[in-house]
C-alpha cells in the first residue's frame, strides 16, 4: 500500500540507475565533487550534522576543500533536474489520479546579517502566544502524495521565496510548471481524471483556482474557520424599483450553525485514528471577492468562483486533543458523497509533508550550512532533492536493518532513515558516473597574520515591496506610471 509502483529488483535498479546517470548530467560545474556529495550524504552512518565530515566518508574520495569548492564554484542546472524529476515514477491515489501538495518550509538563519534575501519566516511555538518571526530563507516544495499512512513523498519542485515575489503568484506559476511537465512526460492523459493540488489555510485557494483554471487540476484547500461563503443568488426576481439584479445569495458562516443550509451531500465513515468522521458538502458556494489585494489588477467584472464547501468533524484526535472541524474548499462542483471523501482524505495526507521536512533537516541536513550566499542554498536544496529521489527510487532495493530496539517492518512499509541505512550496499550496483579524483595541493589561502580588509556588507532582512491595499492608491500609481 506504501509503494507507488510495484517494480520488480531489477527494474528498479535500472530506473536508479539511470536515475544517478541523468543526475550527473545536470551538474554543468565541478560534477564529480557535487556527485560524491550526494552519496556522501546518502551513505553517512547518522544524521549529517557537518559538512567536512561528509568528506571522511567512503564514498566521499575527495577533501574538504573540494566539496566547498564544489558548493561555491559548482553549477546545477535546475530546469534540467526538474525535468528529470517529472519523468520518475509518481505515486497515485486510490483512484489513479496524481495528488499535488504545496507548502512552505523555512531554513532558518537568525545570526547572518550578511545574508541577503532573507525574509521573517513565522516560526510556531509550543506555548501560548509563543510564535516568533525569524529572518530565514523560505522555499516553496510541490510533491506528489501517495495513498494510506507514510512518510514517504516525491518531491517535484522547490522555489525559494525572495523579498519582492508574491506568494500567491510564484505559487501559481510554479505549480502551472509542474503540471506541464507532468503531462509532458505522460504523467497524465486527457482522459485519467484532474490533477488534485491540496492547499493549507495560508494559500488563497480560490486565487490558485482562478490562476490555475485553464489546467486539468482540481484546487482543495483548507479556509479558516473565521470565513464565510455565499450562496448563488438564485433566478433573476424584478423589483418594483428595478435596479440591477443580486449577485450573491444566502450567507453561509463557518461559525454560525444557524446560518447553513441543507447540504448537498454527507459522508460518513469509521477511521482507525480519529473515530467516526462526518463531511458534509454544499455545493456551488463561492466567497465574496472585492477589488483589493492579488485583484488589484482584474480587469472588467470580478468573477464568480463557484466550488464546494466541505465541513469534516471527527470524533477525537490521535493525541485525544479538542477535535474542531476543518473547513475545506474544492474548486470542483456537483460532488457526490464518494467524491468528498477523497477530497478530504487527500488533504490528510498533505501533513505527509511534513514528514519529508523533518527528514530533510534531522537526518539529511539540509539546513545544516551555514552559507551566507543565497544560491549556494539553491544548490545544497537541489542536492538534498537528488538525495531524497534516490531514497525513494531504491526502497524496493533496501532491506530493513533495524535496530535491536526497533520493531520489524515489513519490506514495502521501510521508513527513507531504514532505506537510507542500507543504501551504501545499493550503491555498489547502481550506476557511478563519476571518476577518479586526482591529486593536487591545497591553494595558499590568505597570508597569515592578514586582516580582511573586505568585510561583506550587511543585509537588513523583510520584504522590499510593499503590497497595495487600496484599489485608490492602486489607480493613482498606475496613473503617475503613464
Known amino acids: 500500500m506504501s509503494l507507488p509502483v510495484v517494480l520488480s529488483a531489477v527494474e528498479s535498479l535500472s530506473v536508479l540507475s539511470r536515475f544517478r546517470s541523468e543526475l550527473y548530467d545536470c551538474f554543468y560545474a565541478r560534477a564529480d565533487a557535487l556527485f560524491d556529495l550526494v552519496d556522501a550524504v546518502l551513505c553517512a552512518d547518522g544524521p549529517v550534522t557537518s559538512l567536512p565530515e561528509l568528506t571522511l566518508t567512503a564514498e566521499h574520495p575527495r577533501g574538504h576543500g573540494a566539496m566547498y569548492g564544489a558548493l561555491n564554484n559548482g553549477w546545477l542546472e535546475p530546469t534540467r533536474l526538474r525535468r528529470l524529476l517529472a519523468t520518475t515514477p509518481l505515486p497515485r491515489a486510490a483512484d489513479g489520479r496524481i495528488v499535488l501538495a504545496v507548502d512552505v518550509t523555512n531554513w532558518l538563519r537568525p545570526d547572518a546579517p550578511t545574508s541577503p534575501d532573507l525574509l521573517f519566516c513565522h516560526v510556531y511555538g509550543r506555548g501560548r502566544s509563543a510564535d516568533q518571526m525569524i529572518p530565514g530563507w523560505p522555499y516553496s516544495i510541490v510533491a506528489a502524495l501517495e495513498t494510506g499512512r507514510t512518510s514517504w513523498t516525491a518531491v517535484l519542485d522547490a522555489i525559494r521565496l525572495g523579498p519582492a515575489d508574491d506568494a500567491i503568484a510564484v505559487t501559481a506559476a510554479q505549480l502551472r510548471e509542474v503540471v506541464e511537465r507532468l503531462v509532458q512526460s505522460g504523467h497524465w492523459q486527457p482522459w485519467n481524471p484532474d490533477i488534485l493540488i491540496v492547499t493549507d489555510a495560508g494559500y488563497d485557494v480560490t486565487r490558485l483556482a482562478y490562476l490555475l483554471s485553464d489546467l486539468p487540476v482540481e484546487l482543495v484547500g483548507r479556509l479558516r474557520s473565521d470565513r464565510v461563503m455565499l450562496r448563488d443568488a438564485g433566478p433573476r426576481r424584478s423589483g418594483p424599483r428595478g435596479g440591477q439584479p443580486r449577485k450573491h445569495g444566502g450567507v453561509l458562516t463557518f461559525a454560525k450553525p444557524d446560518t447553513w443550509h441543507t447540504p448537498d451531500a454527507v459522508n460518513t465513515c469509521d477511521t482507525t485514528r480519529y473515530g467516526t468522521a462526518e463531511a458534509k458538502a454544499w455545493d456551488r458556494m463561492h466567497p465574496r471577492i472585492q477589488a483589493r489585494g492579488p485583484w488589484l489588477d482584474h480587469e472588467g467584472e470580478l468573477p464568480l468562483l463557484h466550488g464546494t464547501l466541505i465541513r469534516l468533524k471527527v470524533d477525537h484526535l490521535p493525541s485525544d486533543g479538542e477535535a474542531k472541524p476543518v473547513w475545506l474548499w474544492s474548486s470542483k462542483t456537483a460532488l457526490s458523497s464518494q467524491d468528498v471523501k477523497v477530497r478530504w482524505q487527500a488533504f490528510l495526507r498533505r501533513f505527509d509533508l511534513e514528514h519529508t521536512f523533518r527528514f530533510w533537516k534531522q537526518t539529511l541536513g539540509w539546513t545544516t550550512p551555514k552559507v551566507r550566499d543565497p544560491h549556494v542554498a539553491d544548490l545544497w536544496t537541489w542536492l538534498i532533492i537528488a538525495a531524497h529521489t534516490q531514497l525513494r527510487l531504491a ?41 577518479v579524483p586526482k591529486p593536487s595541493k591545497p591553494g595558499p589561502g590568505r597570508p597569515l597574520g592578514s586582516k580582511n580588509r573586505r568585510p561583506a556588507p550587511r543585509h537588513e532582512p523583510g520584504k522590499t515591496v510593499k503590497r497595495i491595499e487600496t484599489r485608490t492608491e492602486h489607480l493613482r500609481i498606475k496613473q503617475e506610471h503613464r
Do not use: S
Not at 526497533?406 to 531504514?418: G, M, S
Open 395 to 435: 526502497r524496493p532495493l533496501a532491506e530493513d536493518l533495524r535496530r535491536p530496539w526497533e520493531k520489524p517492518r515489513p519490506a514495502n512499509r521501510l521508513t527513507p532513515a531504514r532505506v537510507r541505512r542500507g543504501f551504501r550496499h545499493i550503491r555498489e550496483t547502481a550506476a557511478r558516473p563519476t571518476a
